[in-house]
């Protein structure tokens, strides 16, 4: 006989989430718009006139969102990390040469992802905590023979930035190769023009740059990656929920592939919609003049920032933990005592705070920026905090 479930073991959630809900302001998730957060409470019939209307809406949107007039944007059930691989399943085919840029850990899971495709990549690594550079790429694009390049806009784990995108993204175009570019971080805070720079497939996450809900993502295909490469292929791709034929199906042709996730695209189409009314340009300068104003406030206070400027991705923010000082120690006391959450780092002795999305907020800054320096003090560091205050609302007050 079955038993009655032992119920004392478990409690509601409101006994495990904060009372308080922490503000986040790590590497991602980030905090969400009410208004997305409303739409992502509903479900509605994944087929239909109502959805139908939806995602043309998402589509045409995503299209201003990418810099693009490809017809083949579509989102995928899944996390970032699904995005890249159905650019990869649908790109890479088994013994294809991949050019992989990498300069931490994200560009290393495009390799990953095309090795478990049966690809052969070939791993190109930008100098430590450096961006990479045109001339190393063209080197290389010299020496061998490839099909596919990849790389990142914005390397979260180390806070690095690949600023030459648009130029190494012409030049693999010159030498023939098709370009995916994982822009999960920085998609709408930083300038990405995917028609004009030649890249073939953008993929992005919701829970970064877009202010969206984790758990779906979108990508766009270049009309040519999609006539040469995804309409001609002899074989199917590997991974059935990713291919983008039958994606098609449900973002071009109103019929089913598997049942979307309506939430989360609603969600979406509201995170998306914020973006426009707000337009790209002036979401650029919010998030460029928040992450330059709390890098100074950080530096101003005593702390070091990991990356030279000319390689510092602006999305995250890359800080120095001093000797002596315990990093698990500072995100404690930061959650605990101000509720606010940052982010550690893979393996780096850094502390990461995310501007993406509604991070990039005036009171948003000055509530993290207080709480690292309150922090920092507390775990033994020696913290100018007014100064640090200071400097921070001297840079967000200042004339454009
Ligand atoms: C977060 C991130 C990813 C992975 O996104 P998931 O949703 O965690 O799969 C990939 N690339 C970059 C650059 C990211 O910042």
Not at 17 to 42: F, H, R, T, W, Y
Not at 154 to 161: A, D, P, R
Request: aromatic share 4%; charged share 20%.
């Amino acid at each position: 006989m079955i038993e009655a479930f032992p119920a004392p073991s478990i409690v509601p959630l409101e006994h495990i989430l904060p009372d308080e809900p922490l503000l986040m302001m790590g590497a991602g998730p980030v905090p969400i718009p009410q208004k997305v957060a409303a739409a992502n409470s509903i479900v509605i019939n994944h087929l239909g006139e109502t959805m139908n209307r939806v995602i043309e809406q998402v589509k045409d949107m995503s299209r201003y969102v990418f810099q693009t007039s490809s017809s083949h944007v579509m989102g995928v059930s899944g996390p970032g990390s699904a995005a890249m691989e159905m650019a990869i399943a649908n790109l890479v085919t088994p013994g294809s040469r991949v050019l992989c840029i990498t300069n931490g850990y994200f560009s290393q899971r495009l390799a990953e992802m095309a090795r478990r495709v049966r690809a052969e990549p070939t791993i190109l690594e930008a100098p430590r905590n450096e961006r990479m550079s045109v001339e190393m790429v063209e080197r290389e694009l010299q020496r061998g023979q490839y099909d596919v390049v990849t790389l990142v806009q914005g390397e979260t784990s180390n806070t690095v930035c690949n600023t030459s995108l648009d130029q190494i993204a012409r030049t693999a175009k010159r030498y023939g190769c098709m370009v995916i570019v994982d822009a999960v971080c920085t998609l709408s805070t930083m300038p990405l023009e995917m028609d004009n720079w030649q890249v073939d497939a953008i993929i992005t996450g919701g829970q970064k740059g877009l202010s969206s809900i984790p758990g779906v993502s979108l990508l766009a295909f270049s009309e040519e990656a999609w006539a040469k490469k995804i309409a001609r292929r002899e074989e199917l791709p590997f991974h059935w929920c990713l291919d983008a034929q039958l994606a098609d199906k449900f973002w071009n042709q109103k019929s089913y592939h598997y049942t979307a996730p309506v939430s989360g695209i609603l969600a979406l189409h509201e995170a998306l919609r914020l973006v426009c009314e707000e337009t790209l340009p002036q979401r650029f300068e919010r998030h460029q003049r928040c992450s330059e104003a709390l890098q100074a406030g950080i530096e101003t206070m005593g702390l070091g920032l990991l990356v030279e400027k000319p390689h510092r991705l602006n999305s995250v923010v890359g800080i120095v933990v001093p000797d002596h000082v315990s990093a698990d120690a500072v995100r404690a006391h930061m959650s605990k005592v101000h509720k606010v959450e940052i982010s550690g780092a893979f393996g780096l002795n850094i502390l990461r705070i995310g501007q993406m999305g509604e991070q990039s907020r005036a009171h948003n800054l000055f509530r993290t920026l207080h709480s690292l320096g309150s922090s920092m003090r507390a775990a033994g560091a020696d913290i100018d905090l007014p100064s640090g205050m200071a400097e921070l609302e001297r840079k967000l007050s200042a004339p454009r």
